[in-house]
Nanobody, 119 residues
Framework: QVQLVESGGGLVQAGGSLRLSCAASGTIFSANSMGWYRQDPGKQRELVASVTSSGSTNYADSVNGRFTISTGNAKNTVYLQMNSLKPEDPAVYYC?????????????WGQGTQVTVSS
């Protein structure tokens, strides 16, 4: 069973930075894409940033230019560098990994890590 473990959330002042990390284990396959989503209570989960296995990245307009998604040297690891954090950025941030293999598609999610921004 694929498991995603996130780390790096916490409390930071507005304008500060945080770096989230995520590692997926339990599979021999490389993810077709990995990404970060966030969710506020009572709201839908939204895409923050994603990266494909070929290196293509995609960002939400609200974070473009402030956040950077990258992959690590270890297979199925992804990071989110968050700079210039704003009061509207706090949420639970979830790591996602998407696999397509042998005609099957699977989405896996981490348990979430809380990001809090103080003004």
């Amino acid at each position: 069973q694929v498991q995603l473990v996130e780390s790096g959330g916490g409390l930071v002042q507005a304008g500060g930075s945080l770096r989230l990390s995520c590692a997926a284990s339990g599979t021999i396959f490389s993810a077709n894409s990995m990404g970060w989503y966030r969710q506020d209570p009572g709201k839908q989960r939204e895409l923050v940033a994603s990266v494909t296995s070929s290196g293509s990245t995609n960002y939400a307009d609200s974070v473009n230019g402030r956040f950077t998604i990258s992959t690590g040297n270890a297979k199925n690891t992804v990071y989110l560098q968050m700079n210039s954090l704003k009061p509207e950025d706090p949420a639970v941030y979830y790591c996602n990994a998407f696999f397509r293999a042998w005609g099957r598609e699977n989405d896996y999610w981490g348990q979430g890590t809380q990001v809090t921004v103080s003004s």
